[in-house]
Nanobody
């Protein structure tokens, strides 16, 4: 019912910044809570950040809190992940996810839709 497309990934030096975007199709974007997850090679997919439907409340994994900021613009059907002070351990494929619920997705199995992922590589 909704398609998600991530963009903005790439190569960046440690300490640098990237902004990921997730563009959603349809006219009901504002009815979904949104989340960001990431998966490094050989590791399980992990929660990164989430945001409520109106964008008033955000959630972050301890590993990124203070460095990453999630936001959304419902007029543009887009959710963002601003990543600052990047570290090599942030290297992963980053996925945008949507949940058709009031509560934000904090687990993989709470997500109803997924984007294709975008690679973020942080060099040391």
């Amino acid at each position: 019912q909704v398609q998600l497309v991530e963009s903005g990934g790439g190569l960046v030096q440690a300490g640098g910044s990237l902004r990921l975007s997730c563009a959603a199709s349809g006219r009901t974007f504002g009815t979904y809570t949104m989340g960001w997850f990431r998966q490094a090679p050989g590791k399980e997919r992990e929660f990164v950040a989430a945001i409520t439907r109106s964008g008033t409340i955000t959630y972050y994994a301890d590993s990124v809190k203070g460095r990453f900021t999630v936001s959304r613009d419902n007029t543009k059907n887009t959710v963002y992940l601003q990543m600052n002070s990047l570290k090599p351990e942030d290297t992963a494929v980053y996925y945008c996810a949507a949940r058709q619920a009031i509560l934000v997705p904090l687990r993989e199995d709470e997500c109803d839709y997924w984007g294709q992922g975008t690679q973020v590589t942080v060099s040391s």
